[in-house]
């Protein structure tokens, strides 16, 4: 196969990126300031936004990968270059919009971890769906399956209906500079926007917002690996400082995993190999149709040369005078369709491996397997393990969102009395999936004397417990009695003697209808 794609080598991390190669996930941006002033902003700033003009090329590089604009798209061949295919299999959209999917298959929200705040967690779950933060998530999970990193923004509203407004930034022109002290708590929160010529940077501290003016890169290019001066921004004066009243950096990061890659990154390799495979599968195909005929030993019609028959697809070859008759024939060579197919399963599986997909091409054939056998056999399984992992690092990130976002209402007086220690996020996936299994689960540990959140929780039949068992107490009453009620009032309890705990004299075990071995 032909493998003409220019590649630059990314030996040294400091100094070389990708031109239609591979990368290895964004960086970190730091500081070792621990004190954010006027005086020493623009420096911070200008030392984080070298940094970040190589994630933002490179987030610009994987965007476009997902939009379809690949290497393959810069293919070239040195012979036969007039049968040149570039085939595009967009595996990188399938596999971010499967994430996205699989991820956010309902909105996110708030549990409450006790059911005696289960009221105020019921109406922080309003003010979460009326500030938009659930459509901000699809936003935000979207841009690290595609590029790695996710930034949300949050601020206060002015309309009392809508206390709280968040959106999705774009990874490119915002980024967060952590603290290189242990924890890496966040330190400065940074938003680019253009403003005519010049650029506005927004950076906001815990006490401080200051508005810098700026100047813009050019359009990204590297040459040789280098990314050259006027290739980043540069910030150059302090125009304006606020004070940031809600306390905390209201732009925050989200991650896809710990490394900061994407859905699709760590199969570069692999989707670059299958775009080739597919591409030269076609030239195959083209060049059997495009076959050369060969003269051997026949004359020339007048005015014609090999030369100009060549062009025309035709090869002459004139006779040796071994008394061989003139003849005509075709060059043909066919490709060996049935080996190439079996390539592009084994790369296209390889694929989905390394990104933790299901692989339905297993599926194809008809089996007695059960759901449960083809949730394992095809790598459902894995791909909810993936997005378990993930859901950790999003809480993470969420629980800076979690204390501006109960502050805003604390000071809007909205809601009183509640900590950020009462509630967790939760995720809900696969709720109605073997839900047989569950309902079993919960009727066992129900049958045998297990608080019911505890069992509305561990079968899995419930994403937030104590909300279900609140909403289904008087039918847990009437099904299992009252447990402060006296024993011989609770339905399935007959036949043990209350306050005792032991069994009923066989005479009166008998009265109930209870065998006794």
Known sequence: MSNSIERIDRSSEADVTYAGVYTHGRRRIYTSEDLITEDNVLQIVNEALMTHAWNAYEEKYLLDYRRGITPILQRTKERNSF???RVNENHAEEICTYKNGSFMQSAAFYCARNQKVQ???????????????????????????????????????????????????????????????????????????MAGERILIDAYTRTKCFRILGTPATARKVIDGRMREEEIATAEAVIGIEDNALGEIPIIEYRYNSLDMCAFEAALPLLDALNELASDRLDGVGQFIQSLMVIYGCDLPEGESADTMKSKGILVLPRMGDGSQADVKLLTEELNQTQTQTLVDWTYR????????????????????????????????????CARNTEDLFRESNAYFDKIFLKILEDKQLIKGLKVSDFELNFTRNETSGMYEKAQALNLLLN???????????????????????????????????PDAPTADKPGMKGVEEGSGEPLEPSDAEDNNLKVE
């Open 83 to 85: 049968i040149c295919n």
């Open 448 to 482: 045998s004397g297990v608080e019911p959140t505890l069992a509305f929780g561990k079968s899995g039949v419930s994403a937030d417990p104590n909300a279900d068992v609140k909403m289904s107490e008087k039918w847990l009453k009437l099904k299992w009695g009252d």
């Open 119 to 193: 009221s105020k967690v019921n109406k922080l779950n309003e003010y979460l769906y009326r500030s938009g933060k659930q459509i901000a998530d699809n936003k935000v999970v979207d841009s690290f399956h595609t590029v790695g990193l996710g930034v949300l923004y949050v601020e206060p509203n002015d309309d009392k209906d809508i206390p709280v407004r968040c959106y999705s930034l774009n990874p490119i022109s915002s980024f967060v500079v952590y603290s290189l002290r242990p924890g890496n708590n966040p330190m400065l929160g940074v938003n680019i926007v």
């Open 350 to 385: 390889q694929i989905l491996r390394v990104c933790s997909m299901p692989d339905t091409t297993k599926g194809d054939r008809s089996t007695s397997d059960t759901a449960s056998a083809v949730y394992l056999r095809d790598g459902f399984a894995n791909a909810q393990v």
